[in-house]
């Protein structure tokens, strides 16, 4: 099977990123990164970047009056890495329409909520704030919606009455670092198709997961 050619996209941390990144060197996938692209060009990601030899481009949204010009630039930087699969990893802005159309279905994205609970920003205060008693995180395909893609893989976390959205996130962000490898790992291995909204994951010839 030929390696797939996969793009990260980031803005800050990089943790997710990170946890792709040590996926591929332990030969976990069937693929190698070809670069991140950091829409902040003071993100913290690029120096884990520069430390591990990982080509990033920066397209910094500061630097872009409008919203349209980001987009082309972040589109044209995009197609020079020809990427089989983009992974959204703390990317802070919503893709624009042409780029959804370009790479549908090549594109993933990690929430910090079991969705389609809490879609956008703070999920985890807003789980917080609903009272319920167990959050986590989803792996989706990207579409035009916001975090309303195709869902690949969820995984479940408690929540605790003595909660604050730090301890929440910190709970949660252990089985994101989980379950985006693994996402990523099936896509590469050609296991995932998408049915509808249904993802139908290969099992293998194993009946029933
Ligand atoms: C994660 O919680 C992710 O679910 C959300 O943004 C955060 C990014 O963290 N989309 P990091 O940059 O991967 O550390």
Redesign the pocket.
């Given at each position: 099977m030929t390696k797939k050619r996969i793009l990260i996209m980031?803005s800050?941390?990089?943790?997710?990123?990170e946890s792709i990144l040590n996926a591929v060197a332990d030969g976990q996938i069937a693929g190698e990164v070809v670069g991140v692209i950091s829409s902040n060009s003071e993100a913290p990601?690029i120096a884990k970047c520069d430390q591990r030899q990982i080509p990033c481009s920066v397209v910094d949204r500061k630097t872009f009056a409008r919203k349209a010009d980001f987009q082309q630039a972040l589109l044209a930087t995009v197609d020079g890495y020809r990427p089989d699969l983009i992974c959204l990893?703390?990317f802070m802005h919503i893709l624009g329409a042409e780029f959804i159309s370009r790479y549908r279905n090549r594109i993933m994205?990690?929430?910090?909520s079991l969705l389609p609970s809490f879609t956008g920003l703070n999920a985890q205060e807003q789980a917080l704030a609903y009272g319920v008693r167990y959050s986590g995180?989803t792996v989706h395909f990207v579409d035009e919606g916001m975090d309303t893609g195709p869902i690949i893989l969820q995984a479940v976390v408690p929540v605790y009455q003595d909660d604050d959205a730090a301890s929440l996130?910190a709970r949660?962000?252990v089985e994101?670092h989980r379950i985006y490898p693994e996402a990523v790992r099936l896509f590469c291995a050609d296991r995932l198709t998408i049915v509808g909204r249904r993802v139908i994951i290969d099992q293998g010839g194993k009946v029933n997961g």
């Amino acid at each position: 099977m030929t390696k797939k050619r996969i793009l990260i996209m980031v803005s800050g941390r990089g943790s997710n990123m990170e946890s792709i990144l040590n996926a591929v060197a332990d030969g976990q996938i069937a693929g190698e990164v070809v670069g991140v692209i950091s829409s902040n060009s003071e993100a913290p990601a690029i120096a884990k970047c520069d430390q591990r030899q990982i080509p990033c481009s920066v397209v910094d949204r500061k630097t872009f009056a409008r919203k349209a010009d980001f987009q082309q630039a972040l589109l044209a930087t995009v197609d020079g890495y020809r990427p089989d699969l983009i992974c959204l990893a703390g990317f802070m802005h919503i893709l624009g329409a042409e780029f959804i159309s370009r790479y549908r279905n090549r594109i993933m994205n990690i929430h910090p909520s079991l969705l389609p609970s809490f879609t956008g920003l703070n999920a985890q205060e807003q789980a917080l704030a609903y009272g319920v008693r167990y959050s986590g995180c989803t792996v989706h395909f990207v579409d035009e919606g916001m975090d309303t893609g195709p869902i690949i893989l969820q995984a479940v976390v408690p929540v605790y009455q003595d909660d604050d959205a730090a301890s929440l996130a910190a709970r949660i962000l252990v089985e994101e670092h989980r379950i985006y490898p693994e996402a990523v790992r099936l896509f590469c291995a050609d296991r995932l198709t998408i049915v509808g909204r249904r993802v139908i994951i290969d099992q293998g010839g194993k009946v029933n997961g």
